[in-house]
């Protein structure tokens, strides 16, 4: 299994971006489909959530400006984010829990400028 994280980018604050998160492999068990961010010095938190029955739920920082969505056909979950602001520049990281371990992604950078 490998998940492929892309999208990210430069952008001034307010702007908007797109990550996608691709996955390989077949995956069973799934609890929940992530993304979380990881800022230079600070540790790495979570951002958003989705479970398979489609719910989601977001860190208080992020909550009315990213949404996260997933397509099971295409295997992919998206964090789309918009009115970005400078504390939003981290990497950012897919993840994928599931009964029998967690992946993760390689991390996508994401810089926004003020």
């Known amino acids: 299994v490998q998940l492929q994280a892309s999208g990210g980018g430069l952008v001034q604050a307010g702007g908007s971006l797109r990550l996608s998160c691709a996955t390989s492999g077949r995956i069973i068990g799934i609890k929940a489909m992530r993304w979380y961010r990881q800022a230079p010095g600070k540790e790495r938190e979570w951002v958003a959530a989705i479970l398979p029955n489609g719910h989601n739920d977001y860190a208080d920082s992020v909550k009315g400006r990213f949404a996260i969505s997933r397509d099971i056909r295409k295997k992919t979950v998206d964090l789309q984010m918009n009115t970005l602001e400078p504390e939003d520049t981290a990497v950012y990281y897919c993840?994928?829990?599931?009964?029998?371990?967690?992946?993760w992604g390689q991390g996508t950078q994401v810089t926004v400028s003020s």
């Open positions: 993840n994928i829990g599931t009964v029998y371990g967690t992946y």
